[in-house]
Nanobody, 118 residues
Framework: VQLQASGGGLVQAGGSLRLSCAVS????????MAWYRQAPGRQRELVAI??????TYADSVKGRFTISRDNGKNTAHLQMDRLKPEDTAVYFC??????????????WGQGTQVTVSS
């Protein structure tokens, strides 16, 4: 299973970016997809999750970020609006699905850099 994240880049504060994450390979189903981020010198943090029951966001991004999923294409997106310099980080996508034994497993993508200038 491979996850390919794209859409990162450099943007001015107040601007927008749209991240995408495409899942490929042998995965029978995906129960949830999520975005995490990690800024230099800081721990990785959860940004947003999308699952069967809905979505969940970190308080720091509520009202500015929107996670969505295209089930037919196993793709997730993160629309990021009103970006702030503190949103600067490497963003990782995660897909949760069964491993070879059928147990839930988090598959991680390689990360995409988002830099917000002030």
């Amino acid at each position: 299973v491979q996850l390919q994240a794209s859409g990162g880049g450099l943007v001015q504060a107040g601007g927008s970016l749209r991240l995408s994450c495409a899942v490929s390979g042998s995965i029978t189903f995906i129960t949830r997809m999520a975005w995490y981020r990690q800024a230099p010198g800081r721990q990785r943090e959860l940004v947003a999750i999308i699952y069967g029951g809905g979505t969940t966001y970190a308080d720091s991004v509520k009202g500015r970020f929107t996670i969505s999923r295209d089930n037919g294409k196993n793709t997730a997106h993160l629309q990021m609006d009103r970006l702030k310099p503190e949103d600067t980080a490497v963003y990782f996508c995660v897909a949760t699905g069964p491993d070879v034994r059928g147990d839930p497993y988090d598959y991680w993508g390689q990360g995409t850099q988002v830099t917000v200038s002030s």
